[in-house]
């Protein structure tokens, strides 16, 4: 009992958690919370927009939240310098929501036409929050395959 109660533990705190509410996440591994500091971003709620359409399944989109969250935390510990660096950190995230095309078509939607708009936006909110309001909207998902 007391090892599958362990390995319970070990998988929950091995998982990736993001809580809006205070905007923290929880860390893989380390099972302490990290908040993200920017109160921009703090008080955002990442893809508004296909929350409130239900052509988008809030579980998948729950995933996208928890990639900008991630991004955002990512930057916070990185702290990248200049406008590559950053979107070396966009990329990875972009990879990520090319992963999560394939969720959205297993649950009869798919990233199309508006969802490619908030996603983009997202991502500028995310670069303006952080101070690269110079950075191009385009290159910062430069690598969607969606």
Known sequence: ??????????????????????????????????????????????????????????????????????????IEAEQPSDLDALYALTHAATEEFNSLDAEFAAAGSEIETVAREVIAENFWFVASAYGFTDADAEKLIATRDW
């Open 1 to 74: 009992m007391l090892v599958t109660s362990g390995l319970a533990y070990m998988a929950s705190s091995l998982s990736l958690v993001s809580c809006m509410i205070g905007a923290s996440v929880l860390l893989r591994g380390w099972g302490r919370a990290m908040p993200v500091t920017n109160e921009q971003v703090a008080g955002h709620v990442f893809l508004q927009q296909m929350y409130s359409d239900s052509y988008f399944p809030d579980h998948v989109v729950d995933k996208g939240s928890a990639i900008l969250m991630r991004l955002c935390e990512r």
